[in-house]
Structure formats: C-alpha cells, structure tokens
C-alpha cells in the first residue's frame, strides 16, 4: 500500500474502531511524511476514541505545532481543549475554550464544552449565560425560534449592569 493510501486507511481502521491497527499505520507515515499536523491529529483522535486522553493531548499540541488547514486547526484546538477537560485541566482548558470561541465565533459546538468546564468550576453562572445565548442564538427547534427576539429581550433585561470601574 502506497503512502497516499495509507492515511486515508488508517482514517478507516479509526473509524471502525481498531485503534491499535490506525496508530501503527499513521506512526509509520511520520517517518516519511512532510505535513505532519494532519498525521498528529488523527493519532490524536485515535488515542482519544479510544478513552486514553493523556496520549490524545500530547499529540493534539503536537498537531498544533505544526502545519494544519484551517478545520483541522479548529479541530485540534477543540480536541486539546476538551481533552484538557476530560482530564481535570480546568483552568487550562477554560482558557483555551474561551480561545477557541474569540477565534471562531460562529462554531456553536464550542459552547455546550465550554460550558460543561464552567460547571467544572461550579462557575453555574457562565455556564448559564453560555447556554442561553446558545439557545437564543442557535434555536434548536422552531417553537424556540418563534421566541428568539423575546428571549434575547428578556435574557439581556435580566443580566446584571455592567459598571464602568
């Protein structure tokens, strides 16, 4: 099997659930392989599909080190950020979801992770207004859409003013 061949089977074998077999082939891709980020990350996800997040940040930052296109950019910080979560790297992983939604904005997928790590915190307060403004902002049904602009109304009246000090 040729290596043009090889990432995409080891995208596969991933995706079916033979962790072991994925990692051997994308190991051996990086002896050869000039991109390396996309590589990193999809050992990355191997290691994390597979519940061993310790390994899955390592190669997430490793991935980040390098050359990555803009989705995989996104995904890699995603997965380091929520991967920071899953292993009790609160104060690390908030920084780097509040990054993450600076920089993209528009991915909603941020806010629910973003604000599962405030509950970490017992910030119930973030984690609140994150999941308001996600529902007033991404509507998940057309009986809540019908109400955006009343609730943003009435989510905007209930925050406390903000002082200028």
Same mark, same amino acid.
């Given at each position: 099997?040729?290596?043009?061949? $090889?990432?995409?089977? +080891?995208?596969? *074998?991933? @995706?079916?659930?033979?962790?072991?077999?994925?990692?051997? =082939? /994308?190991? &051996?891709?990086?002896?050869?392989?000039?991109?390396?980020?996309?590589?990193?990350?999809?050992?990355?996800?191997?290691?994390?599909?597979?519940?061993?997040?310790?390994?899955?940040?390592?190669?997430?930052?490793?991935?980040?080190?390098?050359?990555?296109?803009?989705?995989?950019?996104?995904?890699?910080?995603?997965? $380091?950020?929520?991967? +920071?979560?899953? *292993?009790? @790297?609160?104060?690390?992983?908030?920084?780097?979801?509040? =990054? /993450?939604? &600076?920089?993209?904005?528009?991915?909603?997928?941020?806010?629910?992770?973003?604000?599962?790590?405030?509950?970490?915190?017992?910030?119930?307060?973030?984690?609140?207004?994150?999941?308001?403004?996600?529902?007033?902002?991404?509507?998940?049904?057309?009986?809540?859409?019908?109400?955006?602009?009343?609730?943003?109304?009435?989510?905007?009246?209930?925050?406390?003013?903000?002082?200028?000090?």
């Amino acid at each position: 099997m040729t290596d043009a061949h $090889l990432l995409p089977y +080891a995208i596969v *074998l991933r @995706k079916n659930k033979h962790y072991s077999e994925s990692r051997k =082939r /994308l190991f &051996s891709l990086l002896t050869t392989a000039v991109d390396k980020g996309p590589i990193y990350l999809h050992i990355a996800w191997s290691y994390d599909n597979q519940g061993r997040e310790q390994q899955a940040l390592d190669f997430y930052q490793q991935a980040l080190g390098e050359t990555l296109c803009a989705e995989d950019e996104f995904e890699a910080a995603f997965g $380091l950020a929520c991967t +920071a979560r899953c *292993l009790g @790297k609160f104060t690390e992983a908030l920084q780097l979801f509040e =990054r /993450l939604l &600076s920089h993209y904005p528009a991915r909603s997928e941020i806010i629910p992770f973003y604000a599962l790590c405030a509950l970490d915190i017992q910030d119930t307060t973030l984690a609140s207004r994150l999941l308001m403004e996600l529902v007033i902002t991404h509507p998940p049904t057309e009986a809540i859409t019908v109400y955006q602009s009343t609730l943003k109304g009435y989510w905007q009246h209930s925050l406390p003013e903000q002082s200028g000090d």
